[in-house]
C-alpha cells in the first residue's frame, strides 16, 4: 500500500492548485486525498477540464472522436463514488450490449488503477464479464444498464448518471433519465446527469436543449487531448499524428463528425431527414399483425467489406409499420444465417426475406444450413428495378407518418438521410427497404417466390 505523500499523484497536486477545481471540490465535496490507489493519475486540460469542474444537472461533453470526452466522464465518475460513501451511480448506454467492450473496458483498464477481477482490486464487479454494477468498499456502486433494459439502471433513485453516447438516446430517454437524478437518493448535494456525445445532426434535441439553457454542452477538441498533443508545446505528438491520420482519412459525413466535430445539417436531395424519422418514433406495439426480418448479404466477410444488414421490422392492424430491431453487421455467412434464424425466432417472425445477389441464391442456401434453419419460411426477392423506385414509396410512408421507429438505429438512420439516390445504397437501409416493400406489399408482384 502507498503511503500518502507516495500516491500524491500529479493529477492530485493539478487539482489542488486549479482555483476551479477548489471551487469544484467545495461544490461536489470532492475529497482532496490523494487520487493514485482511486484511478490512474490523469490531468485534464481545455474543454475537458472545464467539464469536470462544471455544475449543472445536465451536462454533455460533446465533440469528434477520441478527445478524451469518455475518459474525463469515467474519471469523474470514480472520484465522486470515493468521495461521497453509499453514492447510488450509473452509466447508462442506448443498448447494454455495446458496453462491455467500449466504456467499461475503458472503465477497468484505464480509470480503475487494476481491473476489478485482480485479486488487489478494492472495487468488485458482479457479473462477469458482463458486469452488472460495480461495488466500492464505501458502498458506492456503480449500476450499469442499457436504455433497452432500463429497470436495471433506473428500478430507484440515482445520485448520478453517466451517458455514454447520449446522442444515440431519444429526447425521451434522456427525459426519463434526468426524473432520476432529482435529489431522492440523497448521497450527494447536486445530483445531475452526464453524458458524451460526437456531434449528430444540426436538429438534434441536445442541441436544442442546450440553446434552451436546460443542458450545458462543452465541445471537447483533440488539442484537449495531452495523448494526442504535447499540453506544453501544443505539439501534435506521434500517437497524435496516427489517430488524426486515421480520422483524416475517414469521408463524408462521418467525416466530418468523427474528424472536424461538426453537427452535420440534413443533407439535401436525401429521401429521409432526422427531423422525419425523429417525428416516427414509437413505443413497440403490444400486438403486430406480421413480422419480417430482411437480409441483404455482403459479398465477402472481412475487413472493409460490407456489412451485412439484417432488419426486424413489422406490421399492425391498422396497416402502420414499424422498426423493431437492426442486428447488421460485418459477419462471416454462416454467422449472420445464424442471427436471421435467431432473429426469425426470437421475434416469432413470419418470414425471412433475402436479397438475391448476382442471380445466386446464397441467402436461402445458408439459412437452411444452421441449425433451425431448415424450418423457416422464406423468401427470395430481386431487385429488378432501381434502388429509388424501391426506397422512395417507403420514404413516402414515412412522410405520412405509417412507418414508426421503435427506439433509435443511428447507423440505419445515418445511411437513411445521407444516401443520395444513384449511389450505391447501404445494407441496413437495403435491408430496411426490402422489410416494408414485403411488408406493405409495395412491388407485390416483382419479387419472386
Ligand atoms: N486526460 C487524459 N490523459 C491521458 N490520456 C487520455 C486523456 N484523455 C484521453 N486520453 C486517452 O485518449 C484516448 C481517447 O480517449 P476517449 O476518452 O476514449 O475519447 P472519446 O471518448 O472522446 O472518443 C484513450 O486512449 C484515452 O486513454
Ligand atoms: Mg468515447
Redesign the pocket.
Same mark, same amino acid.
Given at each position: 500500500m502507498l503511503t500518502d505523500q507516495l500516491s500524491m499523484s500529479r493529477l492530485a497536486v493539478e487539482q489542488m492548485a486549479s482555483e476551479a477545481w477548489q471551487e469544484a471540490l467545495r461544490r461536489h465535496q470532492i475529497s482532496n486525498a490523494p487520487a493514485g490507489d482511486r484511478s490512474r493519475p490523469?490531468?485534464?486540460?481545455g474543454r475537458?477540464r472545464e467539464f469536470v469542474e462544471l455544475g449543472a444537472h445536465e451536462r454533455i461533453l460533446s465533440?469528434p472522436?477520441?478527445?478524451?470526452? @469518455?475518459?474525463?466522464c469515467l474519471w469523474l465518475l470514480n472520484q465522486l463514488c470515493w468521495s461521497f460513501p453509499g453514492l447510488q451511480a450509473a452509466i447508462v448506454r442506448k443498448t447494454y450490449k455495446s458496453m462491455p467492450g467500449t466504456v467499461l473496458e @475503458?472503465f477497468e483498464k484505464?480509470i480503475l488503477p487494476v481491473p476489478p477481477d485482480d485479486p488487489g482490486s478494492a472495487i468488485e464487479a458482479f457479473g462477469g464479464k458482463k458486469p452488472e454494477r460495480y461495488i466500492y468498499p464505501n458502498r458506492s456502486t456503480i449500476w450499469l444498464g442499457g436504455m433497452d433494459n432500463p429497470d436495471r439502471v433506473l428500478s430507484s433513485e440515482r445520485d448520478v448518471i453517466y451517458v455514454n453516447q447520449a446522442e444515440e438516446l431519444t429526447l425521451e430517454q434522456w427525459e426519463t433519465l434526468t426524473t432520476r437524478v432529482t435529489g431522492r437518493a440523497g448521497n450527494i448535494d447536486e445530483p445531475f446527469i452526464m453524458g458524451?456525445c460526437n456531434p449528430a445532426w444540426g436538429t438534434h434535441w441536445i442541441l436544442a436543449r442546450d440553446k434552451t439553457g436546460s443542458l450545458k454542452k462543452i465541445d471537447?477538441r483533440h488539442e484537449d487531448?495531452?495523448?494526442l498533443y504535447d499540453q506544453e508545446t501544443g505539439e501534435l505528438t506521434v500517437q497524435g499524428k496516427r489517430s488524426l491520420s486515421t480520422l483524416d482519412s475517414l469521408t463524408g459525413v462521418r467525416h466530418l463528425r468523427l474528424r472536424i466535430g461538426q453537427w452535420i445539417t440534413e443533407m439535401p436531395g436525401a429521401l429521409w431527414t432526422h427531423t422525419l424519422i425523429e417525428k416516427n418514433r414509437a413505443a413497440r406495439p403490444t400486438e403486430l399483425a406480421r413480422i419480417v426480418v430482411a437480409v441483404d448479404p455482403a459479398v465477402t466477410a472481412g475487413e472493409g467489406s460490407n456489412e451485412t444488414g439484417i432488419m426486424v421490422q413489422g406490421i399492425d392492424q391498422a396497416g402502420n409499420g414499424y422498426v423493431l430491431d437492426d442486428l447488421s453487421g460485418r459477419m462471416s455467412p454462416e454467422a449472420w444465417a445464424r442471427a436471421a434464424v435467431d432473429a426469425y425466432r426470437t421475434w416469432q417472425a413470419n418470414l425471412i426475406v433475402g436479397e438475391v445477389n448476382n442471380g445466386g441464391d446464397l441467402v436461402e442456401r445458408n439459412i437452411r444450413t444452421v441449425e433451425g434453419g431448415a424450418n423457416v419460411s422464406y423468401k427470395s426477392v430481386r431487385a429488378t428495378r432501381g434502388k429509388y423506385t424501391r426506397a422512395e414509396p417507403v420514404s413516402s410512408m414515412y412522410t405520412q407518418g405509417k412507418i414508426k421507429h421503435c427506439g433509435t438505429f443511428p447507423e440505419l438512420e445515418d445511411q437513411m438521410c445521407t444516401w443520395l439516390p444513384g449511389e450505391t445504397s447501404p445494407d441496413r437501409l437495403d435491408g430496411m427497404v426490402w422489410g416494408f416493400t414485403e411488408l406493405f406489399d409495395l412491388m407485390g408482384s416483382w419479387v419472386l417466390s
Open positions: 490523469y490531468s485534464f486540460y475537458n465533440g472522436a477520441e478527445t478524451g470526452k @469518455t475518459l474525463a @475503458t484505464k458524451d471537447s487531448n495531452p495523448v
